[in-house]
Each structure stands twice: as structure tokens, then as C-alpha cells.
């Protein structure tokens, strides 16, 4: 292909570059119109369906005990050297529950019990007090209202306050409910003073089950604001707050970081072309990429998403790849050091015109361009299998987006340069046989002829260590963390450097994380993420299977699981239930006491028929843990576990599972982790799975790709492999970092990972083809070998040099998903630099030798 179809085709893109030029743009308008015509709204990462008991499970609980789509925030109002019981404390609180109530479209977003917290316990009673004192006959039950509680608070003192408090909060007082729960962890019983508590607010869900409740989320937003007005230390957590501060994040890591990735990229790619004309030809060439990006995105009506904040990073990244690959071969035919395809230096720099420079150059390269956009677009669109909408939108959107990238890099701007110097020199009498990156003298054409020595002295010895590095890469890959936190996803702090950057670029301050942190260390949340389950099926009625729940919660271990105010495990089950309601019905204990012949608080006998007195007596409560069918049967129980919010999915899952295998040992039922964490850690154990078995398809194919090519090429089947293999070890090195650097390989940085493939692919396939066409036309390996290095190497470096410095700055980022997005993007590059423009080469240069010796063994 290179000295016929190549080259054919490169003559027909210069001969007529004009229409080329004229074209390209007019295609770009249709397909950019796609980003106005087309509709690409805002969308989540998605679900998909895993087939697993656990999953399973969780559709038989919504089917026989329904689902709470109620939206819950929290309120937590501390003072870490004083105390929040205290009269004004609660009062502020309960005047803040007024304000809310008094705004619309807070109120228009709460349920009927709206804001719950330890004001509202101790205020209730208060107002009862008054009822009983004021009435001669039976006091009203009915439930205050906030300005009855708000009045009956403030005409009290302190000192009647603080003794309603201690009635409220005596170990042994008959209080309906815990109040223990709107209290720290640390908290001592009976006292009257703590450093914190929290207020629970119970929103209704306005939207689908598959949608966010928007409303709810902006109501949230609002309460924090006029929670920060009334306290001087406190702080609203909840699902709407964790998504505007995501968002606040990301835009103010943008206006940070898009100044410093636009200088470093700007410097770097001024170093490596040193000219302004080739400067902004490059910029046009990523202008019209992102205009395709786009187009595609909106003629598909792809949703937005997190995950596809990578796209037009990679894009980036490719551009500025292909862009210097295209100039700087160019520039080595216009310095006469290609001459038809020879390879030999003419030494007469300038003797080749602009059109006759690029279809050497072009056509030098094509076949690099062409292998490397399919073999990357290959790699990203395997990640097509993933059952995931989002990783499907993503795995197409880059396929579309490599395309494009060929498209323009490899017809648009050849042709778009070709005139250009063509008008520069013609009219202005410029000289464009501008001297190629890294080839001759200075510091990048030292250190790459350095390489150059070391590949001929030692290439077994490159190989061997690149080999032990990537061993040890992959024995660490073994022991990386695997978790996915939805933690890990809360914006952090800028550091103060930032906090100091002048007007607009000053970032916000984000104490999410570190009030994520505080509530699971302090508090037992409620909402999503805060709780798991266990589904307990079969004989449920006899008394082994309660004896053995209350069992299994009483000795529940592992750290992800919430603990009450007394020290036991926050579990709600069957067993609890029977005794609370014992404890508040005489009805119900007399029954007990009937069945319970140990004396344990449980039934020992018959216990079908106090079940039967639970739900006379109070059915919404035995109804949340025990179903009871139409006939009357008791067929399943189930128990709901409070856990840590900020706790890894899969750590909830295996406490969870423990749990469950507990129960299972000790009686003749079954019994099924599930809930949310437990879920999700499913979805996202199954999707990482789906992950790596898109790594080996894409390198499968890759590799099938590359040894037809150099077969048909070069009648040879061990190049392919040998092209590949760096990429492999900086796969192998990549994933030895990450665990290194404690970042846990999981369905998102699995995505990213992919990214270390795909450029990989790409920088060696430039490496290897351009190595063959110089063995071919030089007549020593070491000449094929400094031309191959100091010319292609020379490219690459630029190019490594701007993307990573592009993909870098991201680690600067307040946001942690892009944080580790430009960590481990960054890291990728270089690897898959280091390892092409070493390790192959090494590999190539043993690979000759072997050669040799069969043949003279022959």
C-alpha cells in the first residue's frame, strides 16, 4: 500500500486540496448541525439487569412489601465545644422548620411528617404537657402542629427545658419511638447536653422511580441556605445537596484547570512545531474534531453524561497524535530527508516543494493513521458489550469521534497545510521546510539518539526489565482495591493556593466529603445508600428461625454496619419488633408472655398466632418486617440494616451476606442479602466484569487486526504480536501504579483505563510500521533504528509530552472522578510512550537478530 495506494491516495488529496478543503468544511457544518437539530438531554450512567438472588430478592421485597420512594435529607446542627440541647438550639431549629414551611416551594416538596428531629420530640411533649394541665377530661392526643410547639417551647425557661429533656431522654422512660437517634453515636444516656444532633426531612419523590425528584433536590438546596443564615455550625447532607456541589465542583475545576491545560498545551505544541501558522492549524483541526463530536452526539440524540466527559479528552489527545505525526513527516520530506520512499538523506533542505513534501510525507503515514484509527476505534467501541446505556453511548460516541479525527487529520489538514504554504511561501516568500521535532541536535535529538544507543548496546536487558516490571505490575493488579464508593465521588476542598486565585477563578469551599464522613462516624442515617436488607424465606413461624434472627443482629459484626445509641447494631427485624410492640401494647406482652416459656422476650411456641396479634394491634409497624398474606400466612420476614453511608458497596454486601449466613446456620429457612449497597454492589461487580472482557476482545482483535496487515504487507505473523506487546506491559505497568497509588480499579476508572489501550495501540502501530518501512529501505538495522526513533519518536514525544500534560492538570481538579481521570490518563500516556519507544524497538531489534541467525543457520 505504502509505494502504490498510499501514495495514490495522498496525490489525490494534494492535487486537490482546495475542493478537499472546500468540502471537509461543508461536511463539518451538516454534521455539527446534528449538536443544534439533534436532542442529547442530560442523563445518568443507567441501570441494567443482573440475574443473581440477590437482585432477585430485591423484586420480591418491592412485590410483597412495596417500596418507600420517600426522599430524605438530613440536617445536622453541631457545636463541637458546647451544647445543641439547649433551649435556644432547639428553638432555632424549630423556627427554621417554620421558615421552611413558610417558603412554597420547599413546603410544596415535604410529606406529612416533613421535618423530624429531637426539637420536635421534646416540643410534642411540651405541648402535651400544657393539654394535660389546661384539660379536666382527657387531654387532646391530636398531634401538634410547628406553632404550638414553637409556643410551648418558648414559654418555657431553660430549666424547665432541660427537665423535659431529661424525661425524654431517660434510659427507662416509656417514649414512644428513639430518641436516641437524632444523637451522636458518642452520646452518654440520661444526659442532657450534646455536641450535635440531626433532623430528619421527608420529601416526596415528584418525578418516575427511573427519574430524580428535581424538586425535591432544589428544596434541599434551599434548606441549606437558610440553615446557613440561622446556624453558625451546621450543615444539610442529601442526595440534591452531593449534586449541586458535584456540578459547583466541576465547573469550578474547569475555571482553574482550562487556563493552566490551555498554557502548558499551547507551550509545549509552540516547542514542538516552533510556528505559529502550524500552531493554528493544529487548533482548527481540534475545533472541527470537537464540532464532529458534537454533531454525532446530537444526530444520535447520545444523553449527556459523567462518563462521556472523556470523550473529547481522548479526541484531544488523538488530534494533537495524528497532527504532529502528519507535519513533522511532512516537514522530514520538505528537508529532503525522505526522498521517493528511499529513506535516504538528500541533505538539500528545501528542494522539495510543499505539494511534492506532502505526498511523501502523507503517504508515509497514512497507513499508520488509517491502522491505528481502527484498531483504537476497535478498542473503544468493545466497550459496545457492556450492558450499561451509558458505556454503550460512550464506546460509540469515541468510535465516531476516532473517525472524525481521521477525517479531519488525515484529509482535512494535509490539504489545508498544503495551501497554506503554498500561499506563504508563493506570496510572502516564508520558508515552510521547517526542520522536524527531535531530529538533528539539541536536547530531544540528544536524548533521543541516547535511546537509540541503549536499544543497539542492551535490548535483552530492556525487554527483561520491562518484563519484570510489568510481572510486578500484574502481581500488584491482583491486590487492587476492586470497591466502588459512591464516597468517592464528593467534591473535596481546593487547596489554599487556589482559595487565593483572583475574582471568578476563586473556587468554592466543599465540605461535603468531610460531612459524608461525619454522618457515618456520628450519626445512623437515613435515605438512599443507608440501609440494606435481608429477605428470610420458608417456614418463618418457627420459633428456631426468630430465635436465630435475634441471634444473627444481636452478634452482627463489620464496620459498615450503624450501631444505636446503646451499642447494637441498628437492625430492625422481626424479633425487635415483637418486643418493641410488647413493650407498648399490654395486649401484645400478655400474649408474649403466654408463648415465651425462657423468658427471652420471644415466643417459644405458636408463633404464627402473635404474629396474628401484632398486626391487630399494629400492622403498619409488623408489616415492614413480616408479610402476611391475603389468608392470613406468614411467608417471608425481612430485615432492614441500617449501614454507613459513606461505605464502599461491596464491604456493605459482604456485612450483609455475613449476616444472612448467620440466620441461615441456625434454622431452616433461607435467607438473601439485598437492598441498595448490596445491589449495587452487584451491578458494579457484574459491570467490571463486562469491563475486562472488553479489554481482551479489543486486544483479541487488535492483535487478529495487525498480523492480517503486516501479513498482507510484509508476509510475517510475529509483528503483530510483537506490536502489541508494549502495550500490554504499559497495561501491566498502569494497573501496578494504580494499585500503588491506592486507585481502585472499578467500572470507572476501567473505562478510563481503556484510554492506556487505546493510545497505546496507537503510538505503536507508528512505531512498528514506520520501523519496517525504514528496515526496508536502509540497508543496516541501526540506520532503520535512528530513523525510526529520532524521526516517528521525535512526533510521538510531542505528542505524549501535550496530551499529558492536557490529561495532567486534571489531577488539579476539586472533583475526585476527574482527579482520577488525569491521574490515571496521564500515567497511561507515559507508560505507553515509554514502552513504545523502548520496548519495541527492543523487540524489533531481537526479533531481526533471530532472523539473521536462522537464516544463517540455513
Known sequence: MRGNLADRYAGLVVGHSKLV?????????????????????????????????????VEEIEERYGTDDTVVAQIVVRDEDGDVLTRESLLDSLRLQEEARANESINGTLTDEGFVGLENVVATGAVFEDRAAESEGPPDASHPDLAEQVEAIEDRSEEEVEALLA???????????????????????????????????????????????????????????????????AFVFGQGITDAASSSAVGDSFAIITPVAFVLVLSILAITYRDVADVLIAFLGIALVLAWLAGIQGWLEVPSSQLLIAVPFLLIGL???????????????????????????????????????????LGGVTLALAAATFSTAVGFLSNYV??????????????GGILATFVVFGVFVPALKVEVDSVLEGRFGRDRAKPP???????????????????????????LVALLLAAGGAYGATGIDTEFNQADFLPEDAPEWAKSLPGPLAPDTYTISDDAEYLGDNFRERGEGSQSQVLIRGDVTDPAALAAIDDATAAAEGETIALRADGTPAIESPARVVRGIAGDNESVAAALDERDADGDGLPDEDVAGLYDVLFEVDADRASTVIERTDGGGYESARLLVSVRGDAPAQAVAEDTRALAAAIESDAPVTATAAGGPVTTAVIQDALLETLVQAFAVTLVVILAFLTVLYWVRHHTLTLGAITLAPVVAALAWLLGAMALLELPF?????????????????????????????????DSLEDALAATITG??????????????????????????LQRFGLVTGLSIVFAFVACLTVLPCLLVVRERVLVRMRSGE
Open 746 to 778: 472499578n467500572s470507572e476508572t476501567a473505562v478510563i483505563t481503556s484510554l492506556a489501550i487505546g493510545l497505546g495501540v496507537d503510538y505503536s502501530i507508528h512505531v512498528g510500521e514506520r520501523f519496517v518501512s525504514e528496515r526496508e529501505d536502509r
Open 437 to 463: 521535532f527531535g531530529v538533528g541536535g539539541g536536547l530531544v535529538g540528544r536524548a533521543l539518539s541516547g535511546v537509540v544507543a541503549g536499544v543497539r548496546r542492551a535490548p535483552l536487558a530492556v525487554v
Open 319 to 361: 488530534a494533537i497524535d495524528y497532527s504532529l505525526h502528519v507535519v513533522m513527516r511532512y516537514r522530514e520530506a520538505r528537508r529532503g530527508m525522505l526522498d521517493g520512499g528511499s529513506g535516504r538523506e538528500t541533505g538539500d533542505p528545501g528542494s522539495i516543494g510543499a505539494a511534492r513534501g506532502m505526498v511523501l510525507g
Open 386 to 399: 457492556s450492558p450499561l446505556p451509558a458505556i454503550q453511548d460512550f464506546a460509540v460516541l469515541s468510535a
Open 792 to 817: 516517528t519518536g521525535g512526533a510521538l514525544l510531542g505528542s505524549a509530552l501535550t496530551t499529558a500534560a492536557g490529561f495532567g492538570v486534571l489531577a488539579l481538579a476539586l472533583a475526585p472522578p
Open 167 to 233: 424525661d425524654v431522654l431517660d434510659p427507662d422512660a416509656d417514649v414512644q419511638g428513639d430518641p436516641y437517634e437524632f444523637l451522636p453515636a458518642d452520646y452518654e444516656p440520661g444526659t442532657t447536653d450534646a455536641d450535635a444532633r440531626i433532623t430528619f426531612v421527608f420529601q416526596e419523590n415528584d418525578g418516575s422511580p427511573d427519574e430524580d425528584p428535581g424538586l425535591a433536590y432544589d428544596a434541599q438546596v434551599e434548606i441549606e441556605s437558610l440553615v446557613e443564615e440561622r446556624f453558625e455550625d
Open 21 to 57: 478543503v472546500l468540502a471537509l468544511l461543508l461536511v463539518t457544518l451538516a454534521v455539527a448541525a446534528g449538536a443544534v437539530v439533534g436532542d442529547s438531554e442530560e442523563g445518568g450512567i443507567g441501570q441494567f439487569d443482573v440475574d443473581s438472588e440477590e437482585t432477585r430478592a
